[in-house]
């Protein structure tokens, strides 16, 4: 059996370029106050989420909770809604947190699942004491491959972030890894149609042990392929503090119950035991015993 041998921590990849900061982040990196519409733009996020995260709220409690004028506080959810963070709710006047908005303050909102999936993710943190997730990937024009995050089961509320792997970028996390290591090239782009590939490597390493591993500032992910044959259907994973990964051992065990987990998932569905050959049929008589034959004299 390969090892599974956790990298160590890096400031960055000579493999991966570092995405350009925001001008809210690049202002904190050089010690520069950010602009002061930010703080007010997540003043106006903080009350959507005082206010609830899964419900409507008007223009006037939206202000009302933030401290700010409702003409401001109306700027403010427009360019929010231009970042896919609010929309306009069903009554008029009203606004909420979108789904992308919801994953900021609580990654373990995910799509619909499935009872299967649900059992499979469940039981796989039960094993490992983890937070395990089940991503699928998909592809759109626009939009390039992406991976969906359909169930998570967290113990712990600080694990969620690092358990959902929400990153843009799938070579930044272990399930984005070991997606791009089994699907065609032909899929493996972004919404602008540039290939997205791994190190031969790293690609290699991935496929032989059916293992990706990436280790974050203080969380460790370990992620393995859900295939069907050779289609790669869904993407598990199991992530932690580091000190979960410091002994070999169980490092090599969590990759197993992983192994065994997806493998799980990936059997068909039992089928439904077919009909007794023997069942009695309205066009086909049932024979009766004959009598028994008398013995002539």
Known sequence: ?????????????????RR???????????????????????????????LGVHSEHQL???????????SHTS??????????LVEHGVRRG???LTHDGQLLIDPGATAATTPKVRQIVEHLQEETGLAAAWHEPHWRPGL???????DLSCPHPELHAAAAQQEDALQA???????????????AADGENRALVLPPAARDAIRSSRIAVHRGPAMSTLATPVLRGQHLIA??????PHHHYQEPLRAQEYAVLLRRAASRAAAPAARPPRASHHTSSPHRPIPQPSAPRTPHP
Not at 1 to 17: G, K, V, Y
Not at 144 to 150: A, I, R, S, Y
Not at 235 to 240: D, F, R
């Open 1 to 17: 059996m390969s090892t599974i041998a956790l990298p160590p921590i890096r400031p960055s990849s000579a493999h991966w370029p």
């Open 20 to 50: 350009a900061a925001s001008p809210v982040l690049a202002a904190v990196e050089d010690g520069r106050p950010p602009p002061q519409s930010a703080g007010r733009g997540f003043r106006v996020l903080r009350a959507l989420i005082s």
């Open 60 to 70: 006037a409690d939206i202000a009302r909770a933030a401290g700010l004028q409702p």
């Open 75 to 84: 700027k403010l959810l427009k360019a929010a809604s231009l970042e896919h």
């Open 94 to 96: 009203t606004y909420r």
């Open 144 to 150: 390039g491959l992406h991976l969906n995050l359909v």
């Open 173 to 187: 996390t272990a399930a984005g890894r070991a997606a791009l290591a089994f699907l065609p090239a032909a899929l």
């Open 235 to 240: 993407v598990l994973s199991a992530t932690g």
